[in-house]
């Protein structure tokens, strides 16, 4: 349906209203502006303003009105300036309209309520770099909330406990660790050139002896190197005649050395003739 009011020209044309806020009795209306000021207007009579309360700068698109929790007061934030870091958030009286409060904040105020329960304020400052949260109390009528937390004691100091603040130390990042990628991969280059590097092993036989090569017949792989190290193996074995090294041992004497002693002397068949000659 149609709006029961409409309020026209509440601000200056071109600004932004920032924030409208209602009190708790439905009649008091607050509006926020980027044209750096707060107006009061009462429902019943929107043809004006009942307050224009200005000098009020406003530099977020964002910022808030707000009320307390029984209605008799209003408090909006105040940008900082340009050459100011800090702002701050004001209080008025809503039945005088004037200022009652103004408590500074480290940034622009943007975002702000009251809790009624806990009777204590959260603004939300900062800018869209950054921003904090801070909560405003008063010891004396504030409940619980931030008072749980600022009404512990400090944690006694244990002796035992030690500050240690560890450094962490990147090796690579020390200029006599830090490497040449550059000449790595030239020397990475030479090593692949280099044939003794580069030589793949030779792969296990299995199997008798093939071209030379030794297999894995007859034991282990290091009593074969023993043996091929020490000339009992030969690469040259399948080119040798097997009976020349027979015979090579029998000149030496290996084989009837023992027998030199009690070997009687040979007899050998002589045939008939052979007898009738030595006769």
Known sequence: GKPKHTLRGAHASG?????????????????RCSDHTLKVWDMRKLKDPVKVLEDLPNHANETQAAWSPDGGLFFTGV??????KSGSLVFFEKSSLQMVK???????????????KTNQIMVGCGTAKEGQCHVLYDPTVSERGAL???????????PVDVNINP????PHALPMYREDFR???????KDLKDPKDTKKPEQQLFGPGVGGRMGTTGGTLLTQHLMKERGTIK???????CREAILRHEKKGE???????????????????????DK
């Not at 103004?102 to 009624?116: I, L, Y």
């Open 15 to 31: 600004d932004e209203i920032s924030s409208i806020s209602f009190s708790t009795d439905n009649i008091t209306m607050l509006t």
């Open 79 to 84: 940008s900082a300036e340009k050459n100011e």
């Open 102 to 116: 103004r408590v500074g904040m480290p940034s622009t105020p943007v975002a702000m309520t009251w809790h009624p």
């Open 148 to 158: 749980l937390c600022m009404a512990r004691a400090p944690r006694c100091k244990d």
């Open 167 to 170: 450094v962490i130390h990147n």
């Open 183 to 189: 000449k790595r991969k030239r020397d990475d280059g």
């Open 235 to 241: 690469e040259s074995w399948m080119e040798e005649d």
């Open 255 to 277: 084989f009837t050395r023992a027998y030199d002693v009690t070997q009687p002397e040979p007899m050998y068949y002589k045939s008939d003739e052979e007898e009738e000659e």
